[in-house]
């Protein structure tokens, strides 16, 4: 590409992407031109109100649901706590079980244990060595006081794809509501919302190179959900406050980007991914590599790396120019080990060395031969360093 070997490589998408030129482009005029309130009952609030809808058709158009069953929101994490905690409240009176997984986002698995302390029961389901749910152990433990199932649609650390699908039918089959966390695919893989015969579903457009603060619920026509938030009339009063308009515009056009540009993004992802899976792995000895071999998404590599220590690796591809993650970027801000590699089996004392790589649009093949050349070495110097690195000299 004519880029010096000092070119900056961002490696973690998972985290967050930068918004699309076209995104960026469509919001700017509701920051000072169309700035009205939506509720307002005059020219600048329709037009606002407009965008708004149009917006949600996108998004809808994405996950393939009705424009009506989007709700949007700030963010995944309050798409989940809505999910979660709407539903709880809302058939409170039928029973108060919930099944979900032990590798769920922390978003969910928090808002759990806030629900078990008001005297809800949560039900952890384990996961297989490639952090794959059994929907048997999910039929499995379906009592009478089941009212909720939340399990993840992929991972987003180690990048497996959940058997969605087949946990919905479950779900449907007996008469229980269903959500899934779709932040970590949706814009990335196709999710509809029909074949995964869901009733919620949690979406993110930072994710998929939309704005950040903005997200969606989805809740399937029919579905009662309480509010978070009350005092106001904005979506249908199930999510009162003023809509941040520039967001949702960005959202909706994001959404639109990703719906028809999906298949050639996964192309073009998928051989980077495999690329930076063989490189290392060909290079390095000592490597878990995590997730499941081919049901995961396009653009995510996990692994560990045995006898370093992975903030160590973090640091020192920093100084080479190259940003990645150890983890979900919750679990490094809270300095502990991954629940989700401690779920799939990986001991602690190599889950503390994981590298977490999740590839964007913009990355190219040149990006990925710079991390296979610069990794080994990094990995080198510090097993060097190493008191029980049976290779040390």
């Given at each position: ?18 918004c ?12 000072r031109?169309?700035?009205g ?7 600048f ?142 814009g ?37 959900i ?7 009339v ?38 980077l ?18 997730g499941?071999?081919s ?14 220590e ?45 590298l ?16 296979i ?15 029980i ?5």
């Open positions: 590409m004519g880029e010096s070997s000092a070119k900056k490589i961002y490696l973690d998408h998972i985290a967050t992407t930068p699309h030129p076209k995104v960026v482009d469509a919001m700017q005029p509701y920051f031109e169309i700035f309130n939506p509720q307002s009952d005059h020219e609030g329709w037009q606002a109100k407009m965008a708004i809808e149009e917006a949600r058709a996108k998004v809808a158009g994405l996950i393939k649901s009705l424009p009506q069953e989007i709700i949007f929101v700030s963010s995944g994490t309050e798409a989940n706590n809505f999910a979660l905690k709407g539903i709880a409240n809302a058939f409170e009176k039928k029973g108060k079980h919930i099944i979900t997984s032990s590798i769920e986002h922390r978003s969910v698995l928090t808002t759990l244990k806030f629900l078990e302390k008001s005297g809800y029961k949560v039900t952890y389901l384990p996961v297989d060595k490639y952090g794959v749910v059994d929907p048997d152990d999910v039929r499995n433990n379906i009592t009478e006081e089941t009212i909720l199932i939340s399990i993840m649609h992929s991972n987003n650390e180690i990048g497996t794809i959940e058997p969605v699908a087949e946990i919905g039918k479950i779900a449907k089959e007996r008469g229980i509501i269903f959500h899934t966390d779709a932040a970590a695919s949706a990335t893989v196709l999710v509809d919302v029909n074949e995964l015969n869901v009733d919620l579903m949690s979406v993110s457009a930072h994710k998929y190179y939309g704005p950040k603060g903005i997200g969606a619920l989805y809740v399937r026509k029919g579905v009662r309480t509010p978070l938030i009350h005092g106001g904005q979506e249908a009063g199930r999510r009162t406050g003023i809509e941040n308009v520039p967001g949702i515009v960005g959202f909706g056009v994001a959404s639109e980007l990703a719906d028809k540009d999906m298949e050639v993004r996964r192309n073009y992802l998928t051989p991914r495999d690329k930076l899976t063989k490189g290392i792995l060909e290079r390095i000895d000592h490597v878990y590599y995590n499941h071999p049901e995961r998404l396009p653009n995510n590599v996990n692994i560990a790396i045995e006898y370093v992975g903030e160590s690796m973090l640091l020192s591809m920093m100084k080479e120019g190259i940003a990645t993650a150890s983890a979900s970027t919750c679990t490094m801000m809270s300095l502990e080990t991954s629940h989700v590699l401690q779920g799939i089996g990986v001991p602690p004392h190599v889950a503390n060395s994981s977490v790589f999740s590839i964007g649009i913009d990355n190219t093949e040149e990006d990925i031969e710079r991390v050349n610069v990794l080994p070495n990094i990995v080198e110097r510090l097993r060097a360093m190493s008191a690195y049976p290779g040390r000299q």
